[in-house]
């Protein structure tokens, strides 16, 4: 391990994150400052009501079985792609970067709270746009995750 938890190397390609992926295990994605930051204070908290919460939240790239054969490349890009909205939500310096870890519990939306947290590396800019390019190129509608208050969507009554 390196001095400061923030002196990892970086992941410059799809291809890279999928070769971990591939190799390994108990990897996450944080979005977030980084370790230096999160590694400090153990655990995330609850936006919502401010409950520290057992744990760092972080989004598995763990391949489910379901995927079946499918390319772990496309996995890769659809978890990635999927919080792409964050450094634009929690401002400047939030990036992701990749971790392994042990998932200790669930947050308030369903994502996994990691213990034990391992940074690995860095995921540049780089990759993220080759997640976009590669999620735009399925056939289909595809977007990041989006969250709107239930009183701006439609209603499900209707």
Not at 117 to 138: H, N, Y
Request: glycine share 6%; proline share 11%; hydrophobic share 35%.
């Amino acid at each position: 391990m390196s001095e400061s938890p923030d002196d990892l190397p970086t992941l410059h390609s799809l291809d890279e994150v999928a070769e971990w992926m591939a190799r390994a295990r108990h990897l996450y994605v944080r979005w977030s400052r980084g370790p230096g930051v999160d590694l400090a204070a153990s655990s995330s908290v609850d936006e919502l009501t401010g409950t520290p919460l057992p744990g760092l939240s972080a989004n598995s790239l763990d391949v489910e079985p379901w995927w079946q054969d499918r390319p772990i490349r496309l996995w890769a890009a659809r978890r990635l792609y999927d919080y792409c909205h964050l450094p634009r939500l929690r401002g400047e310096g939030v990036r992701p970067w990749l971790l392994r870890g042990r998932e200790a519990a669930r947050g308030p939306d369903n994502e996994p709270l990691v213990r034990d947290v391992e940074p690995l590396a860095w995921i540049s800019r780089k990759v993220i746009d080759e997640a976009t390019q590669e999620i735009e190129e399925q056939p289909g509608p595809w977007g990041p995750v989006r969250r709107r208050p239930w009183r701006e969507g439609p209603d499900p009554s209707r």
